[in-house]
């Protein structure tokens, strides 16, 4: 595994533990202090904390979404693949366009209906 998967993993199980929470709450107070304070120092301060730690959360957990379901996808693929009657030609359905995609909904509707 790569740097960029190994940290965005560690830090996606961080950002699920309840700790991840209590900094979120952190934040969201000292942003509101800030506010009601009336300090533009303090609010600017307040303001980067959090826009800087929602900017790193965001392509972390993009990042292990993206990877889960792939993950995911490569399970359902093989069941395709594994049972009698199903229709290889759905493998990979993932990888094509929303309009190619909604045509083999229409026709699994169709050849199931």
């Given at each position: 595994?790569?740097?960029?998967?190994e940290?965005?993993?560690?830090?996606?199980?961080?950002?699920?533990?309840?700790?991840?929470?209590?900094?979120?709450?952190?934040?969201?107070?000292?942003?509101?202090?800030?506010?009601?304070?009336?300090?533009?120092?303090?609010l600017?301060?307040?303001?980067?904390?959090?826009?800087?730690?929602?900017?790193?959360?965001?392509?972390?957990?993009?990042?292990?979404?993206?990877?889960?379901?792939?993950?995911?996808?490569?399970?359902?693929?093989?069941?395709?693949?594994?049972?009698?009657?199903?229709?290889?030609?759905?493998?990979?359905?993932?990888?094509?366009?929303?309009?190619?995609?909604?045509?083999?909904?229409?026709?699994?509707?169709?050849?199931?209906?």
């Amino acid at each position: 595994m790569n740097w960029f998967d190994e940290l965005s993993t560690g830090c996606a199980r961080f950002a699920g533990r309840p700790a991840m929470l209590l900094i979120a709450l952190a934040l969201s107070l000292a942003g509101a202090v800030a506010f009601l304070s009336g300090s533009d120092h303090f609010l600017g301060g307040a303001s980067l904390a959090i826009s800087t730690v929602t900017l790193l959360l965001l392509p972390i957990l993009q990042a292990t979404q993206n990877r889960d379901g792939a993950a995911l996808q490569a399970k359902i693929d093989e069941l395709i693949r594994a049972h009698e009657g199903a229709r290889n030609s759905l493998i990979g359905v993932e990888a094509r366009s929303d309009e190619e995609i909604e045509k083999a909904r229409c026709s699994e509707e169709k050849h199931s209906g």
